[in-house]
């Protein structure tokens, strides 16, 4: 579970080996802690002429109390004073030695293909004036909600430039995209406050798109936007899934556990040190659904998020793999969390306003050697909620999954070296990352202002280089 190499490279010794052999550094990355800033250090923000975006994004920037500076456009001036961003900074030269923590450009004015000059103009200058573990968002109008085929290729072609940008940062950097319906203006809050803090770190190369949500966009704490919610996390008793219990429960949940029997003792452990509960079954016993479902009744009335984290492999080539082997993969980790969804929406468990947040793999985008099964049920995970999102719109709820890669668990520590080796490596990070990476972009989706997200599946991989 440790990677050695990424510790002795950023040792002194490792580091003077490093640099005499020309061997790669992995950054160490900086991850967020409960009273650290938002933003740690100051953000330049700029937009294509015509962009409808910059004077909503200064204002959730001010939000986050952190400074940001522009040498671009009036307008944009008048937006950023108009949210009290700090003025003597915004009407000075930005220094030259100045470095920059997040770089934001609003690209909704681009509408012809020969605009996107415009991203050149902006990034240049600066792109090498970014410190380590720097944070830089576009943001775009998706193509399908573009007013004409000129528009739809500038805004297209902006996915090309964020993950190239992704792949040459360097330095524990990210880069993504952030397509804005119009409308969406107000939901963008939570997904700033995702992508420009270092609860991001191993998520880069992205494209989120964030739509209209109906009602008004709730006002969450900053440090608790979890607040007062309750939350189901399954498979929670160890991995990934007690990482998701922690992060959800430091943000402010009530967490219910659940995990199979004989892991009983781990639950416990988990969820009494969160102050939550615990419920152990089997996701795929006839009875789970009915029986989860009244135990969140009886406990809380209502459940507002639940996390379909629990998952399987059972790794065979399809020459060699047993039918048993199929069935009880697609069954852990696709078929059970569509019954368990179904009875929970029918009894009424899962009630309006809430969030659903699904755990898929790269497996199910790239495809895996071995794993016809696995990469089955994670790209049915990525279809059910896509084929979901728009009907549980309609009742306020919302659904999205992470797509984590290689993430330094018991289950990566048990693959053979060479392919360990090759999977921490292969992405822009040049290392794995850790469950509570996973952890933070779920309560990302699963915060009350995230009405917006529904339908995406996002990766928590490093821009790894398997896949899209
Ligand atoms: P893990 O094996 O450490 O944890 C999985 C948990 O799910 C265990 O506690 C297990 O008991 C529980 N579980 C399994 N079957 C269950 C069932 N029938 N009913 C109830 N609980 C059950 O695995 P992990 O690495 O923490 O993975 C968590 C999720 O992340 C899985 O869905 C996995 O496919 C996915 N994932 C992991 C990685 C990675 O690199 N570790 C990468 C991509 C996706």
Not at 9 to 30: D, F, M, Y
Request: aromatic share 4%.
């Amino acid at each position: 579970m440790t990677d050695t190499y990424t510790k002795l490279a950023n040792s002194p010794i490792g580091k003077l080996i490093t640099n005499q052999v020309g061997l790669p550094r992995p950054t160490i990355l900086e991850r967020w802690s409960p009273g650290d800033a938002t933003i740690g250090g100051r953000v330049l923000l700029g937009a294509a002429p015509g962009g409808r975006l910059a004077g909503d994004v200064a204002t959730v920037i001010a939000s986050f109390g952190a400074t940001a500076s522009t040498e671009l456009r009036d307008d944009l001036r008048t937006a950023a004073a108009a949210a009290g961003l700090d003025a003597a900074v915004w009407n000075a030269e930005v220094p030259g030695d100045a470095r920059f923590k997040a770089l934001v450009f609003d690209a909704t004015g681009i509408t012809d293909s020969t605009q996107l000059r415009e991203l050149h103009a902006f990034f240049h200058p600066v792109v090498r004036r970014t410190q380590p573990c720097s944070r830089v968002v576009v943001l775009g109008t998706a193509p399908e909600d573009t007013g004409s085929p000129r528009e739809a290729t500038a805004q297209r072609a902006l996915e090309g430039f964020t993950r190239s940008l992704g792949k040459e940062i360097g330095g524990g950097s990210t880069v993504q995209l952030v397509y804005v319906a119009p409308g969406a203006e107000a939901n963008l809050a939570s997904t700033l406050r995702f992508l420009l803090s270092a609860r991001s770190a191993y998520v880069s190369g992205q494209v989120v798109r964030v739509g209209k949500a109906a009602g008004k966009v709730p006002a969450v704490d900053l440090h608790r936007p979890l607040d007062g919610k309750v939350a189901l996390v399954t498979g929670a008793s160890r991995g990934i899934g007690a990482a998701i219990a922690s992060v959800l429960a430091r943000d402010g949940a009530h967490i219910v556990g659940l995990d199979i029997p004989p892991l009983a003792d781990d639950l416990a452990a988990v969820t009494g040190a969160l102050g939550g509960s615990s419920l152990t079954c089997d996701i795929t016993a006839a009875d789970a659904p009915q029986t989860i479902a009244a135990f969140l009744k009886e406990a809380h009335g209502t459940v507002d998020i639940v996390v379909h984290n629990a998952g399987i492999t059972q790794d065979r080539t399809l020459a060699r793999m047993k039918p048993e082997r199929w069935d009880r993969v697609l069954d852990i980790n696709l078929s059970a969390e569509e019954r368990i969804d179904d009875v929970l929406l029918e009894e009424g468990v899962l009630a309006a306003g809430s969030r659903i947040v699904c755990v898929s793999s790269i497996a199910g985008i790239a495809g895996n050697n071995g794993q016809t099964n696995y990469g089955t049920s994670k790209a049915g995970v990525a279809g059910m909620v896509q084929a979901l999102a728009p009907v549980l719109a309609k009742q306020r709820i919302t659904i999205n999954a992470v797509a984590p890669g290689f993430i330094e668990t018991q289950m990566t520590a048990a693959v053979p070296i060479a392919i360990r080796e090759a999977g921490r490596r292969m992405n822009s990070m040049s290392q794995g990352g850790l469950p509570v990476d996973v952890a933070e972009a779920i309560a990302w989706l699963a915060a009350p202002d995230s009405g917006g997200l529904n339908g995406n599946v996002v990766r928590v991989c490093g821009q790894s280089l398997l896949g899209a």
